[in-house]
């Protein structure tokens, strides 16, 4: 659990195995809570059917902050009420999913790639392009902010329910 006004910073690498979480917690209400910086890099290797979190314990309080490699080695990352900021850096590798979901907010700050991704709820917001390389999956989603979304030559686009296109092409 990352507090309020707390800082962790990964300049090695960091795996998250399968159930793993990082929590952010806010203090007394406090609409800010802790931050995890990934200079490095940070695995998600829950196993081919499992998953890893990044997510919030009371509030929306987890502003992770990649500015490294974020490996999707297996099973699914869920970002769930946290806030993933993919920054000058920072790229996405692997075959596993990452699942922006109830409430999660996924922003797109730079140019990025990633190869499998499930909308579940979040929002994927940004200025910054964003190219699913493989699939992008789900639904109850929204894409807002300036930047645009784009399906690769080969990918594919499964949709199982509502998309809200609020913002960037």
């Given amino acids: 659990e990352v507090d309020t006004g707390a800082t962790v910073t990964n300049a090695g690498t960091l795996t998250l195995d399968n159930g793993a979480e990082i929590d ?17 890099s940070l695995v998600s290797a829950p196993g081919s059917a ?36 993919f920054d000058t850096g920072s790229s996405v590798t692997g075959t596993g999913v990452l699942d922006d979901d109830g409430g999660g907010v996924v922003d797109v ?13 979040g929002i ?11 699939t992008l999956s789900g639904g109850n989603g929204t894409f807002d902010g300036a930047g645009s979304v784009t399906i690769a030559a080969g990918a594919t686009w499964t949709l199982g329910s509502s998309l809200d296109v609020a913002g960037g092409s």
């Fill in 24 to 40: 952010g917690d806010c203090t007394s209400g406090s609409p800010s809570g802790g931050v995890l910086t990934n200079t490095g």
């Fill in 109 to 121: 700050n730079v140019a990025t790639s990633i190869p499998n991704l499930e909308m579940g709820g």
């Fill in 124 to 134: 994927l917001q940004g200025s910054g392009d964003l190219t699913v390389t493989k």
């Fill in 50 to 85: 499992n998953t890893a979190y990044l997510e919030y314990a009371n509030y929306s309080c987890l502003d992770v902050q990649d500015e490294g490699v974020l490996t999707l080695s297996s099973g699914t990352l869920e970002v769930y009420g946290a806030e993933l900021d």
